[in-house]
């Protein structure tokens, strides 16, 4: 398989390939029909997007550039330091973390972002499962807008929630009346809003959030995981006027390079940031986690210019798609969802076959793709082309 990507500045890298001892593991008799999962989880699926060593990988929305030489070594000598305490819990606070998460913030948003409305966690995946613990669980319906991500139900049903989700409409628009209306018909503890919207890329303004918060009865999450590549002025504004509803959530895993440091965040009321104490396990950030996002921050300019780059690059890629006759929906985030295939996930493996890794997100006749490096997404539309021609 011939590598498109530049090569690797690490020789260890090139030989990921795993290999399993020989033999069989312990234990194995044991079936999984016997095994006493608890109901809730005995039909569940895990989270499976595809891990793939092939050459162009646009299938999870990570950013798509390695870490810069000079951020490389501030995590190196930031994690040098501190292993030198290594033998201690680390801080269960990370206070720095925050307050260097509620700068950035302040500095984005123009908002006085102050480190006690900052809770961080293992990405915003883990915040989430924070969030819920919390206020949702047994008795409680968490509600979300599908299609959407799907860790929504996995970790709301994990936790014991009802899961209830409102179709968006035949465009993945979301109509609001009747969004408004579901919410205020089945009052949900928790309401979950993607914003950019995932797999979609549309956005909400202000106003329609607030439609939204007016309609709900408890919590209102507002995930931003792909909030740097959209212009939308963050809903951590709305703080201040919903105090004790709203929740935004956040990352370093897809604007700044940083899905493998395992970082996310929220903001929100400091009485919200004190009900997630509740929910963490003690120490959950490790001191080489705190240090390593605290690098990452540092070096926030960077990344946000490798954002506009891929912002750019989602404009040429959208346009070219559009002239090849594809459906594209418009984007506020770092992917695109088109279609039409009259089979996705036979298109997807058509995509395989070629190199290219996409993700079928299961919404029929649509296919998601990650905006890539300019090289990245030549290849992915040097594909298309050729499908397109073939009439998959
Ligand atoms: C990628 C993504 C996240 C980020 O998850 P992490 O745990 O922070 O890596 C959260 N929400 C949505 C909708 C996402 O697509």
């Not at 929630?161 to 968006?168: A, D, F, L, Y």
């Not at 009485?271 to 390593?292: C, E, F, G, K």
Request: a neutral charge.
């Amino acid at each position: 398989m011939t590598a498109r990507r530049s090569p690797s500045p690490c020789p260890a890298r090139q030989n990921r390939k795993i290999v399993s001892p020989p033999g069989t593991p312990l234990g194995s008799g044991a079936t999984p029909r016997e095994l006493p999962i608890r109901d809730s989880l005995r039909n569940q699926r895990s989270y499976d997007a595809p891990q793939l060593a092939i050459p162009v990988r646009l299938n999870t929305n990570e950013s798509p550039f390695p870490p810069a030489p000079a951020l490389i070594h501030d995590i190196a000598e930031s994690i040098r330091e501190v292993a030198a305490d290594l033998h201690r819990y680390p801080d269960r606070e990370a206070v720095a973390l925050r307050n260097d998460l509620a700068t950035y913030l302040t500095q984005r948003t123009g908002l006085a972002v102050h480190t006690s409305n900052v809770w961080a966690a293992n990405g915003s995946n883990e915040v989430l499962q924070h969030i819920l613990h919390v206020f949702g669980g047994p008795g409680r319906r968490v509600l979300s807008f599908a299609p959407s991500y799907s860790m929504y139900r996995i970790i709301a049903e994990g936790l014991g929630s009802e899961w209830m989700e409102i179709q968006r409409a035949e465009d993945f628009s979301l109509d609001m009346d009747h969004a408004v209306a579901m919410i205020a018909e089945h009052h949900p503890g928790v309401v979950i809003v993607t914003n950019p919207h995932s797999p979609t890329g549309h956005r909400l303004g202000t106003l329609e959030l607030e439609r939204i918060l007016h309609a709900a009865p408890g919590i209102v999450v507002i995930d931003e995981a792909y909030g740097e590549y959209s212009t939308t002025p963050s809903a951590i504004g709305l703080i201040n006027r919903f105090p004790m509803r709203v929740i935004v959530t956040r990352t370093l895993s897809k604007a700044f390079g940083f899905a493998g440091g395992r970082l996310g965040y929220l903001v929100a009321a400091p009485p919200v940031i004190d009900a997630m104490r509740l929910a963490r396990l003690p120490y959950h950030l490790s001191t080489i986690t705190q240090s390593a996002a605290r690098a990452a921050l540092r070096h926030a300019d960077q990344s946000l210019t490798l954002v506009s780059i891929v912002t750019a690059e989602r404009s040429q890629v959208s346009k070219t798609l559009r002239q090849l006759d594809f459906e594209v929906f418009d984007s506020h985030a770092n992917f695109l969802l088109f279609g039409r295939f009259a089979d996705a996930p036979r298109a997807w493996r058509r995509y395989l076959d070629h190199g290219v890794l996409i993700r079928d997100v299961g919404t029929p006749h649509h296919l998601r793709v990650t905006i890539g490096t300019p090289e990245d997404n030549a290849r992915f539309l040097e594909v298309s082309e050729t499908l397109r021609a073939a009439g998959v």
